[in-house]
């Protein structure tokens, strides 16, 4: 047996370790009964140790390193990568710190939950203070020479995206959208949206979301769909990928979060068989990933051409309440810009300015040594700076996010980078289809189909720069991001953009 | 660390191994989509592979026997008995002839289905040969001196209870139900129960399932119902157990299915804190478990006493249906005796002798060397002598059950037996309850209670003939069972039992 595929049967057992957390992690959001909770946690310490156990144990590192002798073909090199790189991410960290930080988390999480609902930053700041002391130390055992704490973070979720790259994406949304932003406020255009609103009952909303989920590529014989308090998507491997949703009394909430999430989905049922159950069978970032699912929910979703094959449907479904709304006022309605305080309630013009407020402060806790308890008011300025608006107290300004709390720092730039790679990937497919036109003829799969082709087959092959690079034939560009939502929305509201 | 903390770190983590398949299999029967299974099934044998290396590790067999030297608590010893017992069912079976044998099952079973399907015993016959074989080699492999090969394999589901005291049992039932049940159908007794199929609304069904379910005792907040092909009971822990159920145009199968997996559920749910997770943390046995479920669902759940406060909820659900019907004939109804051919539909009354059939073949084809070609002969003369049918082809016949499919012999007589164990238990809890009272006014909490003091809060810490004998004061007595029925079918139907 040579060394690589001794490696396999120990990364098959870890990626099965894996899995059953997954799985456990889906049920527990889904399903599983009230007081199940803190039975079950030991259950997945365990199956976490034991994941952890293989990744860092002396025969998985010499076998690495045989490897490195071994004649290896593209994809089992980079499987050798990848555990590599997982190996030095989890052996860098002392076991009694990793362990100390996850019940420092599990406690967090908790106390963030409380201060949120109480409104009551103060109570949550020691904790934070905490977390970012330990993510700044472990940032510290991971980093090469010379690099930069928050640099190391933010290469966790995105490869080769730098401070020094990310500045100058968010400089430029700053500049281009923020004064953008102002235009829009004052165009004397108005979008009614009140009958987004109503009684939606939730079987015809349920009808609808399996109707969509489907139509734009979400295949349920390798995939479910089921309800949980947020939405979110998840896979065991390419034949059995879940996405939620969650309805309310506002139509477009649930219908637009099951397009994100299938797209979401799209992507992972499009990594091929020879991948998938392998340390690359998944999507190739956390960005790459939020391009697919807000291509699909945005670029694509809320485009007028979309509606035509579909706007009957709605009707049909929800005669009382769409209509005697035209398809005109309906596309209109979703495309209605409101600058708001909730990132996930934000329209597609808005977002990237909630992503910008958390790039900055975040740059500033970790490599300013920002005082904790001056997030709440730097939050506040910023977003009036950058959208008008000023939280009343803290639950709808800096508790507002689960993510730091979990002691995530560095995440938060790959949800406004995905929606940049999804623009910069939407110019460059339309040098090659007719996409609006496409979609007027309910041939979506043709752009699922080029997708799958320049993105989702290569699951973890590639980094997403290099994905762009390969499909769009440049690095990446912000221009076409930012030029994308001048051109959409000042065309929507007839303003110069 | 002593060896017995040592010892249950390894358990904590080939439990929580476990605890996973037993999840991917719940998941797999509920909800995964329909080309998961193939690619699951590898993380599901590698999560097998690893909890069967912790149990017949050297470093487990050092600690067992290390163990044997410390002061242990009862449950302690309890658990290492238990380890022990486990390890020494491996670890007799060479290696490569159990991953022979579960090749061989995944095979067998899909090969049954097929014979099923179409009725044809011949195609499946040269696989159950080998099934049998097999379980002849591992029952060989775990013999004690001179022990009978069947005896091994009855010892597996139900300790204590050997081919002797099996024959006695059935012997008994032979010679009393046999001829009562020709009694019966000669009795001009008749028993209408039309009104039990029909149209009745599956969300009605589901309603009622659900109050079913808490009313007897099963607690949503540490558990679950689902929907599944066949109805089955399965759990995590103590905090999460998790029912099935199946709906189709007859009201009392869906109604009874859930009190009976109820039951099942109830048990677990009745498992103590301090036991849960751990190797004695469950059921005490296969017969056991089916006391419980039979108990609620025929002894309890078939009495008039049970539907008194009930009835009217049953009508107000279905008033088309049930409205004109009264409880008496809907009492009547559900106990009406039909012998049949399907075991899983069987009435109470004939229920057990389908399980003669079973153990009687089950004993020729271990012990006696039947060949398996004729069993669809002897298969079809027991029935007709025992039940006087006669199965027109195979699938109603030989065929009708997964069990020796899986490989699965000598777990039949559990479930008579079980029912057995409910019919002693209900006869001595009379003389300290009066359980008719209690039904009739809603107080079934303090059955439930009674036998959760008695069998549930035990787990696996005594044999089934331990708790019987704790519980009532006497060993296994099958004449309790035999006169419970004919006591209460010679009332029904009129005949001098």
Redesign the interface.
């Known amino acids: 047996m040579s060394a690589y595929q001794k490696l396999s049967e120990w990364l098959?057992?870890a990626?099965?370790?894996q899995?059953?957390m997954v799985?456990?992690e889906w049920?527990n959001e889904t399903?599983?009964?009230?007081?199940?909770g803190?039975?079950?946690a030991?259950?997945?310490g365990?199956?976490s140790?034991?994941y952890q156990e293989i990744m860092v144990s002396d025969e998985v590192k010499q076998l690495l390193e045989q490897c490195k002798e071994e004649a290896l073909s593209e994809v089992e090199r980079a499987i050798v990568r990848e555990a590599e790189e997982e190996r030095l991410q989890l052996v860098c960290i002392p076991p009694e710190e990793y362990r100390e930080f996850q019940e420092l988390v599990s406690a967090s999480t908790r106390i963030w939950a409380k201060a949120r609902r109480e409104q009551d930053f103060e109570s949550f700041a020691p904790t934070l203070e905490k977390l970012i002391a330990c993510q700044k130390r472990f940032a510290g055992y991971r980093a090469k020479d010379g690099q930069k704490l928050y640099d190391v973070m933010l290469d966790t979720y995105e490869k080769g995206f730098t401070m020094e790259k990310l500045d100058g994406f968010f400089d430029l949304l700053k500049q281009e959208l923020v004064p953008f932003l102002k235009q829009i406020k004052e165009s004397p255009v108005q979008m009614e949206d009140g009958f987004l609103s109503g009684d939606y009952p939730e079987d015809r909303q349920r009808e609808l979301a399996e109707y969509l989920a489907e139509y734009v590529g979400f295949d349920?014989?390798?995939?479910?769909m089921?309800v949980s308090a947020h939405p979110f998507t998840t896979n065991?491997?390419?034949?059995?990928?879940r996405i939620t949703t969650h309805y309310s009394d506002r139509v477009d909430s649930s219908l637009f979060s099951v397009i994100h999430e299938a797209g979401h989905g799209i992507y992972e049922m499009g990594v091929p068989d020879e991948l998938?159950?392998t340390l690359v069978g998944q999507g190739a970032s956390m960005g790459m990933h939020e391009s697919q699912s807000r291509f699909f929910e945005n670029i694509i979703g809320r485009k007028e051409a979309f509606w035509v094959p579909l706007y009957g449907k709605m009707q049909e479904l929800f005669p009382e309440q769409l209509g005697n709304v035209s398809r005109e006022a309906f596309v209109k309605a979703i495309n209605k810009v409101t600058p708001g305080l909730i990132r996930t309630e934000a329209d597609e013009l808005t977002y990237s300015l909630h992503v910008l407020v958390r790039y900055e402060l975040e740059k500033q806790l970790i490599e300013e040594d920002l005082d904790v308890r001056e997030l709440p008011k730097l939050w506040a300025e910023k977003y009036e700076e950058y959208l008008g608006v000023r939280p009343e107290h803290e639950a709808e300004g800096v508790l507002q996010d689960i993510h730091w709390s979990q002691g995530s720092f560095g995440y938060f730039p790959s949800y406004a980078l995905g929606s940049a790679f999804g623009a910069q990937m939407y110019a460059s497919m339309e040098k090659k289809l007719n996409c609006s036109q496409l979609l007027e003829d309910g041939r979506i799969s043709v752009i699922r189909e080029y997708l799958r082709e320049h993105i989702h087959r290569y699951g973890k092959l590639k980094t997403s720069r290099e994905l762009l690079m390969n499909m769009t034939g440049e690095d990446f560009n912000p221009r076409y991001y930012v030029d994308y939502l001048k051109e959409k929305y000042g065309k929507l509201y007839q303003v110069q953009a």
């Open positions: 098959e057992r990626m099965a370790f899995t059953a799985l456990f049920d399903l599983a009964p009230e007081e199940a803190a039975y079950t030991r259950m997945q365990a199956l140790a034991a349920f014989r390798k995939g479910v089921a065991l491997h390419n034949h059995d990928v998938t159950q």
